[in-house]
C-alpha cells in the first residue's frame, strides 16, 4: 500500500513515516498543506493521513476539494483538536476517520489497515494467482505452498503486480505506486527489481507456469 502524510510538525510526520514503512507500508510525506494537496490530486494513494492546522491549505480545505473532483482515496484526519465539532466538520468534509494527538502508533496503524481493507479499495488480504499466494497481513509469499523469501521493495512490487493481474503495467505506473515520491529511482531500477522476482517467483519452479513478463515496449504484468 502506498500512503501519503500530510503534517507540518517534521518530527511527527518523520517517525510516522518510519513506523509505517517498517511495516512495510510505501509512503510519501508533506510538511504544508500546497504540496499535500498537489500530489493527492496527482498520484494514485491507498490512505492520506492529513493533519487539520496546515500552512497554505488547511486540511479541511484539502479534504473538501478532493472530493469535489471525485478523489475518493480514504483520508484519516489526524489533528491536536478534539472537540467535536471538529470530528463532524472533518467528516463532513469528506474524511474518513479521526485520530486525536497525542495517539498511539498501534492505533494509527489499525486505523490505516482499516481503511484501507474497504470494498472499494482492497478486498482480501491474500491475493492468489494460480499457485503463488500473497498475505498482506503476514507479509508470507508462498509458491506450491512454499515459502518465497521477498525484500519489502520486492513485496511492494510483488503485490502490486498481482492486484493488477493480467494488465500490462508501464515503468512509470510501478515507480509511481511502488516506490516513494522522493525516491532516487534509475531508469533500470524496475528491471532489476523485475529480475530479482523472477529468480525467486518463476526460475525455481521449472515445469510451473510462467506469472512474470516482459511486454516489450510497454511494461510488465503478472499472470497466466
Known amino acids: 500500500m502506498k500512503l501519503l502524510v500530510v503534517e507540518d510538525e517534521h518530527k511527527i510526520a518523520n517517525s510516522i513515516k518510519k ?114 499466494e500473497l498475505n498482506t497481513n503476514t507479509f508470507e509469499v508462498k509458491r506450491g505452498g512454499k515459502l518465497i523469501p521477498l525484500s519489502r521493495k520486492e513485496f511492494g512490487l510483488l503485490e502490486y503486480l498481482m492486484r493488477h493481474v493480467n494488465t500490462i503495467m508501464s515503468k512509470d505506473q510501478i515507480i509511481n505506486n511502488v516506490w516513494d515520491y522522493e525516491a532516487d529511482v534509475l531508469p533500470n531500477t524496475v528491471e532489476v527489481y523485475i529480475g530479482y522476482l523472477r529468480n525467486k517467483v518463476d526460475k525455481p519452479f521449472k515445469g510451473k507456469t510462467q506469472l512474470i513478463h516482459t511486454i516489450r515496449g510497454f511494461g510488465y504484468k503478472l499472470g497466466t
Open 19 to 132: 513506523g509505517l514503512e517498517q511495516e512495510s507500508f510505501v509512503v510519501d510525506v508533506a510538511f504544508d498543506g500546497t504540496e499535500g494537496y498537489d500530489l493527492a490530486s496527482t498520484n494514485p494513494y491507498d490512505v492520506i493521513i492529513l493533519d487539520l492546522m496546515l500552512p497554505g491549505i488547511d486540511g479541511l480545505t484539502i479534504c473538501k476539494k478532493l472530493r469535489a473532483e471525485a478523489i475518493h482515496t480514504p483520508i484519516l484526519i489526524l489533528t491536536a483538536k478534539g472537540q467535536l465539532d471538529d470530528k463532524v466538520a472533518g467528516l463532513n468534509n469528506g474524511a474518513d476517520d479521526y485520530l486525536v494527538k497525542p495517539f498511539a502508533f498501534a492505533e494509527l496503524l489499525a486505523r490505516v489497515r482499516a481503511l484501507g481493507r474497504r470494498p472499494a479499495h482492497r478486498v482480501n488480504t491474500v491475493i492468489q494467482v494460480e499457485d503463488l
